[in-house]
């Protein structure tokens, strides 16, 4: 199965910016869509961004002109980039796989988490 490995994460100051990280063990961007969760204390745990087999991405409303979502082939790793960061965007930020192997067939993986905390 693949394994997704997330690092990144921190303590921030209102505005500043982190670069998060998660490794797959394998290449599969090219039958994936891969994305980054995140869940508040308390709360849903919500989509932040997509980026899928083709590229294309989509933001929630909560992070967009902030966020950026992006991946590198050759290290087998998709990034978050974050900046502006706000106090509401504390949270564990998990990584997200979803494989295709066809149409209607396909394994979804979810990483460990790593915690994003924006406080002064």
């Known amino acids: 199965q693949v394994q997704l490995v997330e690092s990144g994460g921190g303590l921030v100051q209102p505005g500043g910016s982190l670069r998060l990280s998660c490794a797959t063990s394998r290449s599969i961007f090219s039958i994936s869509t891969m994305g980054w969760y995140r869940q508040a204390a308390g709360n849903e745990r919500d989509l932040v961004a997509v980026i899928t087999t083709g590229s294309g991405t989509d933001y929630a409303d909560s992070v967009k002109g902030r966020f950026a979502i992006s991946r590198d082939s050759a290290k087998n790793t998709i990034y978050l980039q974050m900046n502006s960061l706000k106090p509401e965007d504390t949270a564990v930020y998990y990584c997200?796989?979803?494989?295709?192997?066809?149409?209607?067939?396909?394994?979804?993986?979810w990483g460990q988490g790593t915690l994003v905390t924006v406080s002064s």
């Open positions: 997200y796989a979803k494989i295709f192997y066809g149409a209607d067939v396909y394994q979804e993986q």
